[in-house]
C-alpha cells in the first residue's frame, strides 16, 4: 500500500479526490489511455539508454500511484486505521 506521508485525515481526502476523478466513465478512459502509455503490463525497459527506461520507469511508477490512490479497498483500509 502506498502512502502520501500526509496527515491521516488530508491522505482520507486526498484519496476521496482520486476516486472522484478516476473511478467515474471519464476518468476510466482516461485510464484506459495511460495504461497503453505506461508500461501497465509491458516492461519498462525498450532501449540500451538507461535515460529512456528511467523516463519509462517514471511514467509506470505514476500510473502506479494514481491506482493505489484511488483503489477502494486500500481506501477502507485506511480509513479503519483511523477508527
Known sequence: MFTTGL?????????KA??????GEDGKKVL??????????T???T???QQVNNA??????TLLH???MKSKEEFVQIERGVQ
Open 66 to 68: 494514481i491506482n493505489s
Open 18 to 23: 482520486y476516486m472522484n476523478v478516476f473511478n
Open 32 to 41: 484506459e489511455d495511460l495504461e497503453s502509455r505506461c508500461f501497465s503490463k
Open 43 to 45: 516492461t519498462t525497459i
Open 56 to 61: 519509462n520507469e517514471g511514467k509506470r511508477m
Open 47 to 49: 532501449s540500451d539508454s
Open 7 to 15: 496527515p491521516i485525515e488530508k491522505e482520507i481526502e486526498l484519496r
